[in-house]
């Protein structure tokens, strides 16, 4: 098989649902930081792979691990426990800040994360529209792929209602550049106009901050001041819900 053509064994199309067009390159094994593809060309990686921690590729403390746990027992349905979960979930939740009973759900994909972060939000404050950001990605499902940004993310069929974008606010490709001002000027603009909220920026802080950082803490404040807009949501999967009853 070529590494630069993807062989369809004579279909007219490629039976593997590509995110980003067709595969331009087909990845056979890796070492470390390093690749090969299917022809034996050598590649260095310097993404970590798509939306992924990457410790390295064949770690063999990793690969150890794997191999210890299929040995022992491959799949534990969430009807039942199993003392790895639990423990990770233990761990995770003693990060947390106190006074909560956390719980911790664990999902299959960032876009079931994405799914799951809308439905609690909206069922914690009672608000229904979500505010996402142009250029974002989160996924491929139904609910993710509307709160996604990007064109190339689409299907031609009406999104899951109650989402709507503003800019991103992007230190060097971003519509303002680093005016924090034009972004929270546009996330007023997307709140007043397309949600039945409207903007309270009352008591908004004037500290000096990165734009991002700024833009996330004054839009989540928006969201809240708005009592109807529910969330807001980063570039990567994560998604911010605002509780409409506190500043």
Known sequence: ??????????????????????????????????????????????LAQNLCISVGYDHPRVNAAIESQMRAIQHVTTMYYHPGPAQFAEELVATFPAGHDWVVHPVNSGAEAVDLAVLVARLHTGNFDVLALRNSYHGLHFGAMTASGLAL???????????????????????????????????????????????????????ILTPASASRRMAARFCSDSKNSTA??????????TDSRSA
Not at 1 to 27: I, K, N, R, W
Not at 171 to 196: C, E, H, K, M, N
Not at 232 to 241: M, T
């Open 153 to 207: 993310c689409r299907q031609p069929i009406a999104g899951a209602p109650g989402y709507v974008h503003a800019h991103n606010p992007d230190l060097y490709r971003g519509a303002y550049g680093d005016r924090v001002d034009g972004y929270l000027d546009d996330i007023r603009r997307v709140i007043d106009s397309s949600t039945p909220g409207a903007s309270d920026p009352a008591g908004a802080s004037s500290a």
């Open 232 to 241: 807001l949501s980063a570039i990567a999967p994560p998604i911010v819900g």
């Open 1 to 46: 098989m070529s590494a630069h053509a993807f062989d369809t064994q004579g279909l007219e199309y490629c039976p593997f649902m590509p995110v980003f067009g067709p595969p331009q390159v087909m990845f056979a094994r890796g070492k470390g930081t390093e690749l090969w593809d299917t022809d034996g060309k050598r590649y260095l990686d310097c």
